[in-house]
């Protein structure tokens, strides 16, 4: 039998149910009345109790947010942002480096994180009252707001700058060096958000050993907010915090599924209101289609038809983000020579680990450490006298000065399958074999290296919109992917693209000698571009 049949089936008995008792009361003696009523008023107000959102005022604190104006926060969570843990994201920008090339955008992870967890909580609220059937707890709420608020706890210095390159990087120089790497596989910033979040916990129970059994909240549902920041896998069901029914609220705050969720819905606004680019994406307008519908045997919040236009706005949003902000040329190139002053000043990259270095990847393996790492790693790397943070210091010092490597060109690869060695290769050769136009310029391809930018719309090269589900006014509680014909006819038809970029990274030279190694080096990168390399 169908889910929605069941439940249909199920709200049937349960109405019979209730009409049964209420004959029965009525048929009961006068004295009977008021004992039968109050064990029915007890039992009534401890299922409002579990299943009503609603909570005292009083309990609430406001904060002011200029994305979402008013918010209330459950003091469970005020507990947890006024822990040490959570206020170090504070001094972690939201976009790193991007704040070197668009002087609006100093937010940061903090901001966002009460942002997440005030979206998560008004879009469980909004599925609570639209649909009762789902019974959605008050445990529920305050899980899926906890995740929102601790998805982030995870990032480090300049945000992804820290997973995304000085991680992978410091792994593949541990490999070379032979020296021990116990930096795991993939590592990621979800895996420190759990990791910290586990810490926060921790500390609340020494102050408190009762303060999650208070509010109602037991092991299985501190498992459930880790399943939430991590994301649910979309194959077999393997989560142990809430049965495969409640699937649907796995897709709130990392949706694994199509990509839709309040993260997502969060730092758009944030960010776009920050660097001064408009956001025609409208979460407030998708808030209020939002519905949960069975598709293929699983409960997936689903969106009104009518709203796949507003989706792929929040998909191409996300291109224009990523082209203009976020894989912005300079920000680029800033946020490698972050990296680079990183892995430069890292202990754990040496033998014997020099004391007058810094712990930087090895700070990942404990909550401790890892909460000392912030971006204020900057300031300490400029004010260290060690000789060891030489080099380190006069990265960052280029970047203080805008000594930056220059941009040559950007390409826009049109053939799939080409390797950044291969790139490389090609460049290097067509770099040897030019002859400048001026006798005084001699080009070097290790002066002039190859960046290659992933874009797209969340999906990779798929059209994000096939993994949404929507639902019609006519059939609520039926949905199914869109229809091409629904669509409109000015969609793109490819959802992803690679551009190949070049810098002149000698920064050392005179502004005279670097003007022309730069011309020259243009001229070389558009008859590169003219070549057969499948760059236009």
């Excluded at 790693?377 to 220059?406: A, H, Y």
Aim: proline share 3%.
């Amino acid at each position: 039998m169908p889910r929605s049949e069941q439940t249909r089936k199920t709200l049937s008995d349960h109405r019979k149910s209730l009409q049964d008792l209420k004959k029965s009361y009525e048929a009961s003696e006068e004295a009977e009345k008021q004992q039968l009523w109050e064990i029915i008023k007890d039992e009534l107000q401890e299922i409002l109790k579990k299943y009503s959102l609603d909570f005292s005022k009083e309990q609430m604190k406001i904060y002011n947010d200029p994305i979402h104006g008013h918010i209330e926060l459950h003091p469970l969570l005020v507990k947890i942002t006024d822990t040490p843990q959570f206020q170090r994201l504070r001094h972690i920008k939201q976009l790193g480096g991007t704040y070197l090339v668009y002087p609006g955008a100093s937010h940061n992870r903090f901001e966002h994180s009460l942002g997440v967890a005030y979206l998560a909580g008004r879009l469980v609220k909004i599925l609570h009252d639209n649909q009762p059937e789902l019974k959605i707890t008050k445990q529920d709420f305050l899980c899926v707001q906890i995740a929102g608020l601790c998805h982030d706890l995870g990032h480090g210095p300049f945000s992804h700058v820290f997973d995304c390159l000085v991680i992978p990087e410091a792994k593949k120089i541990k490999h070379s060096r032979g020296l021990p790497d116990d930096i795991p596989e993939k590592w990621k910033h979800e895996q420190m958000s759990i990791q910290m979040f586990d810490d926060i916990v921790k500390s609340l129970k020494a102050e408190n050993e009762d303060v999650l059994k208070e509010y109602g909240l037991y092991d299985k549902d501190i498992t459930f907010i880790k399943e939430l920041i991590e994301g649910a896998k979309t194959s077999e069901w393997t989560n142990q915090g809430r049965d495969e029914e409640k699937s649907f609220l796995y897709e709130i705050v990392a949706n694994k599924q199509n990509g839709i969720d309040v993260d997502k819905w969060d730092y758009f606004a944030r960010d776009c209101h920050h660097l001064g680019i408009r956001n025609s994406f409208d979460h407030q307008r998708l808030l209020k289609f939002a519905r949960v519908c069975e598709v293929n045997g699983r409960n997936h919040i689903c969106f009104r038809d009518k709203e796949a236009d507003n989706v792929y706005d929040m998909f191409r949003t996300r291109y224009t983000l990523h082209r203009q902000a976020y894989q912005h040329k300079i920000c680029n190139i800033i946020e490698d020579m972050f990296s680079e002053a990183l892995l430069r000043s890292d202990r754990d990259l040496h033998e014997g680990k020099p004391e007058d270095m810094l712990k930087i990847s090895e700070a990942i393996k404990t909550a401790e450490e890892y909460s000392k790492l912030t971006d204020e790693i900057f300031e300490q790397i400029m004010s260290s006298t060690s000789d060891k943070l030489k080099e380190s210091r006069e990265i960052l010092n280029k970047i203080i000065r805008r000594k930056l490597p220059k941009f040559v060109g950007e390409a826009r690869l049109t053939e799939k399958n080409i390797s950044k060695e291969e790139l490389t290769e090609t460049w290097k050769a067509a770099v040897e074999k030019y002859k400048p136009s001026d006798p005084t310029v001699s080009l070097n391809a290790d002066d002039l290296p190859v960046y290659v930018v992933d874009l797209d719309h969340g999906m990779k090269d798929k059209n994000p919109i096939e993994n949404v589900y929507f639902y019609s006014k006519r059939k609520p509680n039926e949905a199914s992917a869109i229809k091409d014909y629904q669509l409109s006819s000015f969609l793109p038809k490819r959802f992803n693209e690679e551009l190949v970029r070049v810098y002149y990274k000698n920064t050392d030279v005179n502004k005279e000698e670097q003007k022309k190694m730069v011309e020259e080096a243009e001229k070389c990168f558009q008859i590169w571009c003219g070549s057969n390399f499948g760059l236009q």
